[in-house]
T-cell receptor, first 114, second 113 residues
Framework: ETGVTQTPRHLVMGMTNKKSLKCEQHLGHNAMYWYKQSAKKPLELMFVYSLEERVENNSVPSRFSPECPNSSHLFLHLHTLQPEDSALYLC?????????????FGQGTRLTVV | DAKTTQPTSMDCAEGRAANLPCNHSTISGNEYVYWYRQIHSQGPQYIIHGLKNNETNEMASLIITEDRKSSTLILPHATLRDTAVYYCIVRVEKNTGFQKLVFGTGTRLLVSP
């Protein structure tokens, strides 16, 4: 248990569906992240939020839409996905500015697009 | 951030020390070495990090060479639960308010009975 909780743990969705992934942390962290891990590939950083503002968007297609309503919650809204978007989506959080600490990861959401 | 090179896989007998090497020959003076591991189908887990000095915590020890061009993660008494992919990451500690971790392919450590 890392203190970062992701729901759902597994999700199967059709290409025309709209779904959302949720991430929650009560560690008092001010930065939150979305990573994608496809089969046999390294983790890829998708989005970074610091103090509820998006500070990084690594050329992610617009069918992925992040939302950070407060420092404890992070969402990833999904729409019109493709089968190649099937992957493990990981959320992480870390402390805010001026600190030198590690990132804590959730258990991930295993997404299958059919 | 500097690039790292790790062996693709390693084996270790249960109860023995696991020594995982990492090369980071282009590391600069203000870059830290971080180690994470990922057990199958779980999120990565932080292990340890360091700048120049050797570091030890309850999970592992980190030995950084004097020239800082390589490091070794040591699991002193490996158990079956240490079977995982181990990632060595080098990054600058910027006062930007967030940690940008760039993961490579890591080392797949298999601990056997």
């Amino acid at each position: 248990e890392t203190g970062v909780t992701q729901t759902p743990r597994h999700l199967v969705m059709g290409m025309t569906n709209k779904k959302s992934l949720k991430c929650e942390q009560h560690l008092g962290h001010n930065a939150m992240y979305w990573y994608k891990q496809s089969a046999k590939k390294p983790l890829e950083l998708m989005f970074v939020y610091s103090l509820e503002e998006r500070v990084e968007n690594n050329s992610v297609p617009s069918r992925f839409s992040p939302e950070c309503p407060n420092s404890s919650h992070l969402f990833l809204h999904l729409h019109t996905l493709q089968p190649e978007d099937s992957a493990l989506y990981l959320c992480a959080s870390s402390k805010g500015p001026g600190t030198n600490t590690e990132a804590f990861f959730g258990q991930g959401t295993r997404l299958t697009v059919v | 951030d500097a690039k790292t090179t790790q062996p693709t896989s390693m084996d270790c007998a249960e109860g023995r020390a696991a020594n995982l090497p990492c090369n980071h020959s282009t590391i600069s003076g203000n870059e830290y070495v971080y180690w994470y591991r990922q057990i199958h189908s779980q999120g990565p887990q932080y292990i340890i990090h360091g700048l120049k000095n050797n570091e030890t915590n309850e999970m592992a020890s980190l030995i950084i060479t004097e020239d800082r061009k390589s490091s070794t993660l040591i699991l002193p008494h490996a158990t079956l639960r240490d079977t995982a992919v181990y990632y060595c990451i080098v990054r600058v500690e910027k006062n930007t308010g967030f940690q940008k971790l760039v993961f490579g392919t890591g080392t797949r450590l298999l601990v056997s009975p």
